[in-house]
């Protein structure tokens, strides 16, 4: 599936706080913790709006009006690079092929796992 047909958000198990210039994200299940550079913060920092900013195209766009000297692709590479990282580390969750008909492109993370109750 290609990626600009995945919709990303933050996971609802993080907690981010100011480090040194940069953003350290602690998840809070895990207790684990990463740091983000200042191109990994922007596009951080944009998926507090998933629907407009949860897709690799629409963050590829934003670095591109940001910094408009690095090719494209270079944008590309480092957006898709931030998902992957991020995902693995269980910080931002995969929701929703944006490109499919009829609901049938639709994954809840929430659903594919065992979770405590509230």
């Not at 670095?63 to 494209?72: F, G, K, Y």
């Amino acid at each position: 599936m290609s990626d600009d047909l995945v919709r990303y958000r933050r996971s609802p198990h993080v907690h981010e706080e100011p480090l040194d210039g940069e953003l350290a994200l602690l998840h809070l299940e895990r207790a684990e913790i990463r740091s983000l550079n200042e191109v990994a913060t922007i596009l951080w920092e944009a998926l507090a709006e998933p629907d407009e900013f949860g897709t690799v195209a629409a963050l590829v766009s934003l670095l591109a009006e940001s910094h408009p000297d690095t090719p494209v692709e270079t944008h590309r590479e480092h957006v898709e690079r931030f998902f992957e990282q991020l995902e693995s580390a269980g910080l931002v969750e995969r929701l929703t092929d944006v490109g499919a008909t009829g609901g049938g492109g639709r994954t809840d993370p929430s659903t594919e796992r065992e979770t405590e109750s509230e």
